[in-house]
Each structure stands twice: as C-alpha cells, then as structure tokens.
C-alpha cells in the first residue's frame, strides 16, 4: 500500500524495519525496497522480491558519518572523508573494505560495502527513526526500469508492500558509483552526480576503466546485467534521418523519444521527450501503452551524458547481457 509520509506512517515504516519487514522508500535518485542490515530475513526478502542475482551486493543507506564509518575500516574512513563529505547527503555511492559489521548477505562474499547518505528527508528520518543502516536496492523487479514514484514500486512489487510516498524522485537516475584504489578514482557506474562534478572535487586521476579486484574480476557486479528494460524494444539512432527511417521501418507501433529541440523534425510521428530525469519514467510508460519500439535520437548532449547514454546502452541491449 502507499502512504503519505506523516509522522505517523514514518513511524510504522520504522517499525516494520526494526522488526525485520521491509518498506518502499523514496529517494532523491530512485525508489528503494529498503531492510534493517541487522535482520538477515530482510536482506533475504528484497533479494526474493526483486528477483535479484544472488550475486549482486545492496548498497547500505545511512543518515550520518558515524553510521558510515563503522561500516568500513580506517582506509575507508579517508576515503568517505576525502569525497563523500562534500557529496552527502546525496547522489553517490562509495564502495570501501566492509568492517565485520557489514553481513555477508549484503556484500555477497565481497570484501567491500557500498556506502551511501541519501538526500531525500523521508528516508532519512526513517533511518534515524529505525536506528540502523538501511540496505536498499532500487525497488524495482530486477530488469526493470528503476522505479521513480510510489506507484511504479507498488506496480513492480505488489499490494503487500508498505510504500512511503515522497513524490517524484528529483534525479529520476540511480546514484553514481565510485571507488577509491590509490590516487584513482573509478567510476563502477554513471549516475545522478556527473564525472565533471567529481573531476572538481578529485585532485587525483579518474579512471574510465572499471577497478579490477586481485583476479580481475568487475567490482561492481550489478554492472553485467541488462538493466533499466521496459518490455518494448529500445533503438538507438544517432541522426534525424536515421531516426525518422527506422519509425518508418518499425512502423505504426512506434514512439520517438527525443531531446526537445527536434520536435518539429519528426511530424506526425508520435514523440516524447528525452531526459534523464524522465527517462525511466517514459520507459514505463511506453509499456503501459504497448509500444512495440521506442526509437531513441541520440545527439550530441545524449551521448555526452555518461549516465544517460549508460541507460539507453543497456536498455537497448548493447551493453550487459540479459
Ligand atoms: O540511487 C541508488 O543508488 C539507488 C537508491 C535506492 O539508493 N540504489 C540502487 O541500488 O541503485 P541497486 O542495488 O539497484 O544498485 C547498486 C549497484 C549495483 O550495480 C551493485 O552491483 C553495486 O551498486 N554495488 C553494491 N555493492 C557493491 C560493492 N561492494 N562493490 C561494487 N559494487 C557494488
Ligand atoms: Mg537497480
């Protein structure tokens, strides 16, 4: 069910946590199907409700510095100081070396934890009021689009689930992911904070490349998995007319989704706008009308936003594997 974020419901929602439930969350960047790390049938029932790989680790979600630093060991300490200070709260997730306090259920038999304040005041007072971290992955069926209001959470993960609505999320894309080795700054996954925003606060390098842990393996699991999907087919093209030909080849049961200022060019096709902020949004949508294609126009700002075109990519089955 979806409920108004008063007093009152916040304090039930805390109350399901503290007693091992789980709860729909609002935040600034995407909804979260958040659980109490304390309660390993918590952990379980996001996993089962999202259809998660088991392989996958959760990001944990605190409300202040303290709550980070017992997560993590002195390294990881510098590094939330060195750039998470002037982030929180807000859009980016540090990966750091899990203290023992980190259940092996949520870093999946990782030596790491994903780390992250989020911005939004509902979950925030709700980690407050639960007096824990809370392991939250995007709250949507794993595959799906990520959920960016209350009712997307209850369309993907049913009646049953207590929903807090804090209206649309703000940045609609999930947060970015980064991991500090050395003086290098990998980003695992584009997201609402851009690299130009953390090229101003890094002195450092920042790699392109992801980190590669001892063997080599991806650091950041969720990364190989075909994401952000609506069940309509997804193109991409990089000019008008290329655009304009495939609505035409695709035919009658198609949607153009394009930056604002070609509008005009693609007369009497039906159009949507394209924007980060919308994109998952749209991506729903399209689906609830049984959109067949979505011929996507990618033009230079697109493919400049590393986040946007990271979605389009994997959504258009170009990168990740399903
Ligand atoms: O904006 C967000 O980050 C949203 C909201 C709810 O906070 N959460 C979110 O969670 O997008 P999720 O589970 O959908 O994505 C978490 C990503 C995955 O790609 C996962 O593999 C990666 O973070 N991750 C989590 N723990 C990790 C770790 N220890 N090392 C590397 N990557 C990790
Ligand atoms: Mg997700």
Redesign the pocket.
Known sequence: MIHAPTGENIAAAANILQSGGVVG?P?E????LAGSIRHPGAIAEIFRRKG?PHD????V?VASLSQAYELTTDEGRIAIDALCTYFWPG?L?I?VP?SKDVPDAI?VG?D???I?M?AHPVFLDLIRQTGSPLA????NVSGRP?PTRAEHVLEDLGDDVFILDGGPCEHGI??T?V?ITGDVLHI??P??ISREQLEERWGGELSRAQAQGNQGIV?????KYRHYSPSASVVLSYSVDDALSLLQQYGENTCALIPASFVGQFYPHTVRLLSTVTLFDEFRRADALHTGTIVVLCDESVLANEALINRLRKAAGIDGKG
């Open positions: 969350v935040t960047t995407v909804y979260g998660r996958n680790p959760l990001i979600h859009p997730t990966v899990a870093s990782l790491t934890v994903a992250r989020p939250a992955p995007s709250a990520s999930e947060s992911v991991q695992l996954r997201g609402a650091r950041s699991p969720g990364v």
